[in-house]
Nanobody
């Protein structure tokens, strides 16, 4: 059974940076995405990365502030978030697809990801 362990959330002031990490265990994972959900809002894609690491996707709101990459040795997926805004406040979830769909594949659809982490809170104060 695949498990995803997230870390790196916290409380920061607007303009600061945070780095989130997602470490899988218990099986192979391929595409990995980060999603977020704020109170009263729908879950949305933050960023995603293919198994090869060559394909990355980002939510429209990111506007170049975030970067996602993966460490192939540990299979950890990292999300660097810079220039954080108050609107970035949310619970951030790592999600993994354990079905191989190609080395350069990921998706913005949450329904394609069968395994999810417990979530990590990111709070940005003005």
């Amino acid at each position: 059974q695949v498990q995803l362990v997230e870390s790196g959330g916290g409380s920061v002031e607007a303009g600061a940076s945070l780095r989130l990490s997602c470490t899988p265990s218990g099986g192979d994972v391929y595409a990995v995405d980060w999603f977020r959900q704020a109170p009263g809002k729908e879950r949305e894609l933050v960023a995603g990365i293919s198994w090869s690491g060559l394909l990355t996707i980002y939510g429209d709101f990111v506007e170049g502030r975030f970067a996602i990459w993966r460490n192939k040795t540990s299979d950890t997926v990292l999300l660097e978030m810079n220039s954080l805004k108050v609107d970035d406040t949310a619970v951030y979830y790592c999600a993994a697809d354990t079905t191989y769909k190609g080395a350069d594949y990921t998706s913005e659809r949450a329904s394609e990801f069968g395994f999810w982490g417990q979530g990590t809170q990111v709070t940005v104060a003005s």
